[in-house]
């Protein structure tokens, strides 16, 4: 669904953090996007959703009749223009900088949250830093991600925030921010959306743990700490790469017991990952600070049943169980509840779950829903 533009743009139009005129459009209204510009550098790989977040956020702006400038977020791009826009749109360095600058009268500046507010995510980051600490006394703050640079106008004077979280996480920005909220769901990739939805007959114990970046703040150390006391249970943990220090620690409950399967750095569309998700009926994701996680919202839309923490920005639904705490207690008990289903509530859940998705996550959805949040509030 994606327009193409790698042979249409030059090799040196594209090969820089601000791309003029994306899509080499005429019309009479500018936008400016604060995202990320690989996307549209090389060919999707199937490792993120925000590949296609992007190419929706500006396909959408295009659509609506915007010529679209995109810039790296967190470059410190010089001499932009900003009086030129009638939209600014995204977070990091460069919307900061347009509260910096003179803009049009009327201009809108739209922040874009794919987590949480900053102040919650430093504190969230730093708590499970040292709750990491307490268990193990190893100091791994790289494992969390507390934001060194504030975008302090951004997160309190932006006209509009469209946040990728609902409850606890939408919530909290409510409280911080004082101007119009809306909330969005995140976009799946779809590599699962074709599988073939689960069964009574193919119900297992078995739970995947599937997380990009900064272990200690997805609560990989509160899955591990209940997999050294659960070798009934099957547990597949997928992620881009570990920390040295962190897997060493946990090297007994991640290298010597077969009840735990490791994977690092696999595609989403690879033989390894379909098979995973084959084998798996439950997702988990204990995470500190989040929204709507792709780890999480992707194995969903082929039938597994979440255990989240309430952190992960997920509306409440009978077929997503919560953590209230982030503990390994806590952890236990909600898998406790899953597993206590009966067949056929666990079949009706798992539908529930991939229906829910398959509904409000696809690009095509919440590309949809984005159109008309900007179709309700520009100008």
């Given at each position: ?5 790698f042979?249409?743009r ?7 953090t601000?791309i003029?005129n994306l899509?080499?459009?005429?019309y009479?209204?500018?936008v ?6 690989t ?11 925000n ?5 929706l956020?500006?396909e959408?702006f295009?659509?609506?009749?915007y010529?679209v400038?995109?810039?790296?977020f967190?470059s410190?791009?010089e001499?932009?223009?900003?009086e030129k826009?009638q939209?600014?749109f995204?977070?990091?360095y460069?919307?900061e900088q347009s ?22 995510q ?6 499970c830093?040292?709750d990491f ?14 934001l060194?640079?504030s975008?302090y106008?951004a ?11 609902e409850?606890h996480?939408y919530d909290?920005f ?11 769901n995140?976009?799946?990739i779809g ?8 069964t009574i ?14 272990q200690?703040?997805k609560g990989?150390h509160?899955?591990?700490?209940v997999?050294?006391l659960?070798s009934?249970?099957?547990?597949y943990?997928?992620v881009p790469?570990l920390?040295?220090e962190l897997?060493e620690y946990?090297?007994e409950?991640?290298h010597?017991?077969e009840?735990v399967f ?5 595609s989403?569309d690879?033989?390894?990952m379909r098979?995973?998700i084959?084998?798996c009926?439950?997702t988990?994701s204990?995470?500190?600070v ?5 780890g999480?919202i992707?194995?969903m ?12 920005g997920f509306?409440k639904?009978d ?5 209230d705490?982030?503990t390994?207690e ?5 898998i406790?509840e ?6 056929e509530a666990y ?11 398959l509904d ?8 949809n ?5 900007m ?5």
């Amino acid at each position: 669904m994606f327009k193409k533009i790698f042979k249409k743009r030059d090799k040196e139009a594209i090969n820089q953090t601000l791309i003029n005129n994306l899509y080499q459009t005429n019309y009479d209204r500018h936008v400016l996007i604060s995202y990320i510009v690989t996307p549209f550098k090389v060919e999707n790989n199937f490792l993120h959703q925000n590949y296609f977040t992007a190419h929706l956020i500006t396909e959408a702006f295009s659509e609506l009749g915007y010529n679209v400038d995109v810039v790296d977020f967190i470059s410190k791009t010089e001499h932009i223009n900003y009086e030129k826009y009638q939209v600014v749109f995204g977070f990091g360095y460069n919307f900061e900088q347009s509260f910096y600058h003179k803009m049009q009268n009327n201009s809108i500046r739209i922040l874009f949250v794919t987590g949480a507010h900053e102040e919650f995510q430093n504190m969230m980051s730093l708590k499970c830093v040292e709750d990491f600490y307490q268990l193990s006394k190893h100091w791994l703050p790289s494992e969390s991600k507390v934001l060194a640079a504030s975008t302090y106008y951004a997160m309190h004077s932006s006209d509009i925030v469209v946040i990728l979280a609902e409850s606890h996480i939408y919530d909290d920005f409510r409280t911080r921010f004082k101007n119009t909220l809306y909330s969005l769901n995140n976009n799946i990739i779809g590599a699962f959306i074709g599988f073939t939805p689960k069964t009574i007959a193919n119900r297992t114990a078995n739970f995947l743990y599937l997380s990009g970046a900064y272990q200690l703040a997805k609560g990989l150390h509160i899955l591990l700490e209940v997999v050294k006391l659960r070798s009934d249970l099957n547990f597949y943990i997928v992620v881009p790469s570990l920390n040295p220090e962190l897997e060493e620690y946990y090297y007994e409950a991640l290298h010597e017991r077969e009840n735990v399967f490791l994977f690092k750095n696999i595609s989403m569309d690879s033989i390894e990952m379909r098979e995973i998700i084959e084998k798996c009926s439950y997702t988990l994701s204990p995470s500190y600070v989040d929204g709507l996680p792709g780890g999480t919202i992707e194995p969903m839309s082929a039938g597994l049943i979440p255990i989240v923490s309430k952190y992960c920005g997920f509306a409440k639904k009978d077929f997503i169980f919560e953590m209230d705490e982030l503990t390994m207690e806590c952890l236990m008990l909600n898998i406790e509840e899953v597993l206590a289903l009966s067949d056929e509530a666990y079949l009706q859940k798992s539908d529930k779950v991939k229906k829910y998705i398959l509904d409000n996550f696809t690009v095509s959805s919440v590309k949809n829903s984005f159109k008309n949040l900007m179709t309700e509030n520009l100008r």
